[in-house]
């Protein structure tokens, strides 16, 4: 995202866009793609209350979200770049919060990478991780990227 500091992420959050919603694909490409036609769509305030349940030493992943989103509401996927783009949006709110700070740092992407589209970028979630005693590993010698050692051990049951 750009211009951060000029938008206001809270109303972003709790605007619902007509969502929650269901959509039909019939693209084949796609429904391969997916694992199915039944296309679900979260408004972002469901991800910022689902990102807020995840405590101290416990982690998350949008693609864990996601899959809980459909399964609850009989889809069979949560359309992901909405997702992204949902999360993004909660983590900036949050940080524009002076009160109920939502703990987007534990919110991970795939495999435990760190997301560098929160505020802050990948140098303040791996701050906050390792303060709550998570190591963080880089990878690649270019194009580096950042994940959380044995994420898996840690992620929080949904």
Do not use: C
Not at 6 to 20: E, S
Not at 40 to 62: R, S
Not at 119 to 140: M, N, S, V, W
């Amino acid at each position: 995202m750009a211009n951060e500091d000029k938008k206001d992420f809270n109303a972003m959050l709790n605007d619902p866009k007509d969502m929650p919603k269901i959509k039909t694909i019939t693209d084949e490409k796609s429904i391969a793609k997916y694992g199915g036609a039944r296309m679900y769509f979260a408004p972002p305030i469901e991800y910022d209350k689902m990102m807020k349940k995840v405590p101290k030493g416990k982690l998350l992943t949008i693609q864990m979200i996601r899959k809980y989103f459909a399964k609850e509401n009989g889809a069979d996927f949560t359309y992901p770049i909405t997702a992204g783009i949902f999360v993004s949006i909660a983590a900036w709110a949050s940080h524009q919060r002076n009160e109920n700070p939502t703990p987007y740092w534990r919110t991970l992407k795939a495999h435990g990478e760190l997301n560098a589209k929160y505020p802050g970028g990948i140098q303040a979630q791996k701050e906050k991780l390792e303060a709550e005693g998570f190591t963080i590993l880089q990878k690649g010698r270019k194009n580096l990227r950042y994940y959380v050692k044995d994420y898996e051990k840690a992620l929080m049951a949904l």
